[in-house]
């Protein structure tokens, strides 16, 4: 009803819908062309741009360019979801760029207020509320409306509930633009010259994955705004898997695409996200070097600002289900002792550590030390049995104050002191006992202790 009421504009600019596929289904297709179309004003759509990216029947996106001010690109080979609407949004005629999936329906008056926004401010990245579509009989489902876009530090894309705060002053005005750390990527608006000044996508970046995450950090850090707007709706077909193939395999190209937007964009918190996904680490990224002279170009934020002003939630959030280093943990990582790393050994029942070879994969090997002291494995930190040379270390559940799990760095941060007492963490006898207590020693290998990533240093 609010939504209805609303005025709009009417020097709104018109805008080109880019629609890259690879072997949709033509009825799919064709339902999200016609909605587009249909919910529309004719005036505000300069043209529709389908990209198809090497569909193995070319005819599919033939016949559709049948359809007046529909305009058909197509790839003489693969080249993935960003590529191809690099390619579509370089063709386009109309001021505003609006991407949207190739499996949509766009819903009653879904497009004037992504333009007005755009209108309003050039740098508003619009996004309408997305519904959901049945993938099994194709009903439009609908979908909630206190919902904003998010993402884990191991950057994968999640759906947020908004907070309080932002939950009653969305009840005070429920047609207000939602501000969102993160869009899903797939449907948005954006004016064109704003698109194109700031760098479009990273073009080696490869198929899809991850293109959300590096240009939702992009707007945000170099002077734009990410915003979800709710009187526009417009269905979506979430499907359960890719129905069409990843060249060089979907995991390994998801993670170089979310590696070299991490690179890029994120600053030193990339440690937060190789102590989420410790593979990553091995992971070849290729040049970066235009993407981070674009970076610098726009003059554009750090990472702590954006952490700070726009998804404050993320280090809570993500320590409270996954108790892993939050921004004021000063190392993290494995603990190495030239090529072996501290292990649980999967003992934790029993809770003794030993040395193991380092697999740099994380699990059992993937410790923190906060800035209180405690050396900590997921909920469990490292904990001195007794007070004396030789006592074993074992991981027991972290209790607030407790002197016996409070270690810390010596100076020159190659060894992990008992804080309060000259005794060291010492693997001499870990074959037998565990990891130990032994008087501080600085020229003994044994006590030898570095963390994979460390912040002071």
């Not at 489902?141 to 939950?167: C, H, P, Q």
């Not at 494995?334 to 040395?355: P, R, V």
Request: aromatic share 10%; net charge neutral; charged share 25%.
């Amino acid at each position: 009803m609010n939504c209805r009421s609303q005025d709009y504009r009417n020097d709104l600019p018109d805008t080109s819908v880019i629609i890259t596929f690879h072997n949709e289904a033509r009825s799919a297709l064709l339902r999200t062309i016609v909605s587009v179309f249909r919910k529309s004003p004719p005036h505000l759509i300069r043209e529709i741009i389908l990209v198809d990216d090497f569909s193995d029947d070319a005819s599919d996106g033939q016949e559709l360019e049948k359809i007046k001010k529909v305009k058909v690109l197509r790839n003489e080979k693969r080249q993935g979801l960003i590529r191809s609407r690099v390619k579509g949004a370089d063709a386009a005629k109309g001021q505003v760029l609006t991407f949207l999936d190739s499996h949509c329906e766009c819903n009653e008056k879904w497009l004037e207020p992504l333009l007005d926004r755009v209108k309003e401010d050039r740098r508003n990245v619009v996004s309408p509320i997305i519904d959901v579509i049945s993938m099994d009989n194709f009903d439009y489902i609908g979908a909630s409306a206190d919902l904003k876009g998010g993402f884990d530090w191991n950057l994968v894309f999640k759906w947020d509930y908004m907070t309080a705060e932002e939950r009653n002053r969305q009840r005070q005005n429920p047609t207000a633009p939602i501000r969102t750390p993160m869009i899903a990527g797939g449907l948005f608006s954006i004016d064109k010259s704003w698109f194109e000044e700031l760098g479009k996508y990273d073009l080696q970046m490869d198929v899809w994955g991850g293109e959300n995450l590096e240009i939702s950090f992009r707007v945000w850090q170099c002077h734009g705004s990410l915003e979800i707007i709710p009187c526009s709706r417009v269905g979506h077909v979430f499907r359960k898997q890719h129905p069409y193939t990843f060249p060089g395999g979907s995991g390994q190209i998801f993670a170089r695409n979310t590696k070299r937007a991490a690179q890029v964009w994120i600053d030193d918190y990339i440690q937060f996200y190789y102590a989420a996904v410790p593979s990553a680490r091995h992971v070849d990224t290729g040049d970066l070097t235009e993407r981070i002279a674009l970076r610098e170009k726009l003059q554009c934020k750090p990472f702590k600002w954006f952490l700070e002003n726009i998804y404050p939630e993320l280090n809570q959030i993500f320590v409270e289900r996954f108790g892993v280093p939050s921004a004021q943990d000063v190392a993290f990582g494995s603990i190495k002792q030239q090529q072996h790393c501290m292990d649980t050994m999967g003992n934790f029942a029993d809770g003794t550590l030993g040395l193991y070879p380092c697999h740099n994969t994380g699990g059992n090997q993937e410790f923190s030390l906060t800035e209180a002291g405690e050396i900590k494995h997921l909920d469990l930190c490292v904990t001195l049995t007794e007070v004396q040379v030789g006592s074993v270390v074992k991981l027991f559940q972290c209790t607030a104050e407790n002197p016996m799990q409070h270690f810390m760095q010596t100076p020159n941060k190659d060894q992990l002191r008992v804080r309060g007492y000259e005794l060291c963490l010492d693997s001499i006898s870990w074959k037998s006992k565990g990891i130990v207590v032994n008087t501080c020693d600085p020229s003994s290998p044994s006590q030898k202790w570095t963390f994979t990533l460390n912040k002071n240093r």
